[in-house]
């Protein structure tokens, strides 16, 4: 979502007669674009704010401007204890760079502006995209679900979607731009609600549009996962059979301390449907442990549920509290200790399923995106599979961005490898 954001912003500030570089040392104006979803990506923030103070020290006339997230959420914290920050800037005020830029020529102090929107969608703006395979589209802002550890809520807003005839029209400039694929995003992605248009109806417009060859989604919530939408991507062979279905805790009772308005019997439904309707697909998730409260028993039923779905892969984090939110205030936070020790016994847990489901690919045929060449070798291609897995395998005549079928040969840690197979042989 950053990176789309930061494509928004660097399209605004392009039209002002900007250009973007790779080098801070050389810049003129440097924008972090932040996230506060956890104290761990806070705190990449504050070090890199650092850093960029001592360049500015050394070239005073530099920008340095604070974006998103943390724009919100810290901004008396950023005025207070950074005066070197000129520009606090949240996630629905991008419009009001340009004025906050120039009316920084003019009055030096620190401008700012916070205000969320309950309307802006940024519809009418097209994101600055730098060649490649992946188009990142942003289809509805903000989140209105409350879940009791999260932040989002508080720094992004009221739930609010882009109509379907402006992410249709992003989406045939993204094709003619040459991107091989496009991933919707959204805090919520499958709430999209549009004039009663819901997130199936969407999805089966922009699996029409000529040309696009992959269309892929995130992140849903399983609450907002349907059958009909299952249907739609089965019905159409250019949206990916792949689905992150984040799950946080396999306990009933940790699930509803945390408003996740879901039990874990109606997840491991969910993810029983998906294999029934889309049997190839890759089912990855998120799971937080040490959630305040959480007994050595609900932990059990986390890793309970992780043995019933056996997913792909899974995002595994500690909790962390958020100031502001319900669940930082509960009393009975877990000990960094405890924390910890279950974080590692789930990452371990993951990988033993991922390892099996990666070989269950063996002796299969997959239609491969080719991204980009291999790190360890010039030979050979680096690809996807629709369910989202990395295949190596020889060049041979193949270009990047064709679409090849590859038989799967051997899996090795989280990767694939394979040979291109012709078509013929494929058939
Ligand atoms: N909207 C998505 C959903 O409902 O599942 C998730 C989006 S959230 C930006 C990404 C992930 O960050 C969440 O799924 C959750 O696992 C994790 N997360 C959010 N708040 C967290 C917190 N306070 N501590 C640890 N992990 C957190
Ligand atoms: Fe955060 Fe996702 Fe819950 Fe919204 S639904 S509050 S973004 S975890």
């Not at 309950?118 to 802002?141: C, H, Q």
């Not at 089965?234 to 396999?250: A, E, F, V």
């Not at 089912?283 to 019933?308: A, L, Q, W, Y």
Request: aromatic share 8%; glycine share 6%; net charge neutral.
């Amino acid at each position: 979502m950053n990176v789309s954001d930061s494509e928004l912003v660097e399209s605004l500030l392009k039209k002002e007669g900007y250009e973007s570089i790779n080098d801070p040392d050389n810049a003129d104006v440097l924008f972090v674009n932040t996230c506060s979803i956890r104290e761990h990506a806070e705190d990449k923030v504050h070090s890199l704010l650092g850093r960029y103070n001592l360049l500015k020290k050394n070239k005073p006339s530099m920008i340095i401007g604070v974006l998103g997230c943390m724009a919100q959420s810290l901004k008396h914290d950023i005025l207070e204890n950074r005066p070197y920050v000129d520009i606090v800037l949240g996630p629905d005020s991008y419009r009001k760079l340009p004025e906050l830029l120039n009316r920084h020529e003019v009055n030096k102090k620190s401008q700012v502006d916070t205000q969320l929107s309950k309307y802006e969608v940024y519809d009418d703006l097209f994101p600055s995209r730098k060649e490649g395979i992946n188009a990142w589209i942003t289809i509805m802002r903000g989140c209105d679900k409350f879940c009791s550890f999260c932040i989002v809520p508080f720094t992004r807003g009221r739930e609010r979607s882009r109509s379907i005839d402006g992410i249709v029209s992003e989406v045939e400039n993204a094709v003619k731009d040459g991107f091989s694929e496009v991933t919707l995003l959204g805090q919520n992605v499958n709430s999209y609600n549009y004039d009663g248009n819901k997130f199936p109806v969407l999805l089966e417009s922009l699996a029409q549009v000529t040309g696009l060859k992959r269309l892929r989604y995130t992140s849903p919530h399983p609450k907002d996962i349907t059958i009909g939408l299952l249907d739609i991507m089965n019905r159409y062979d250019n949206i990916c059979n792949s689905i992150h279905l984040p799950l946080q805790s396999g306990s009933d009772r940790i699930l509803k301390r945390m408003n996740r308005t879901y039990t874990s019997d109606h997840f491991v439904n969910i993810a029983r449907s998906i294999r029934e309707i889309l049997p190839n697909a890759g089912i990855s998730t998120d799971i937080i442990v040490g959630f305040p409260g959480e007994s050595d028993k609900d932990f059990v039923e986390t890793m309970s549920v992780m043995e019933e779905v056996n997913f792909d892969s899974a995002f595994t984090f500690k909790y962390s509290p958020r100031k502001g939110t319900k669940a930082a205030e509960y009393e009975d936070q877990i000990s960094e200790e405890v924390k910890q020790n279950r974080l590692e016994q789930i990452i371990l847990l993951q990988k033993s399923h991922t390892i099996l489901r990666n070989q269950s690919y063996i002796g299969k045929i997959e239609n491969v995106l080719i991204e980009k060449q291999s790190k360890r070798n010039s030979g050979k291609w680096a690809g996807r599979t629709e369910s989202n897995k990395w295949v190596i395998f020889d060049k041979e005549h193949a270009n990047i961005k064709d679409i090849v079928p590859v038989l799967i040969m051997k899996s090795r840690d989280i990767t694939l490898h394979g040979k291109i197979i012709n078509k013929a042989k494929a058939a």
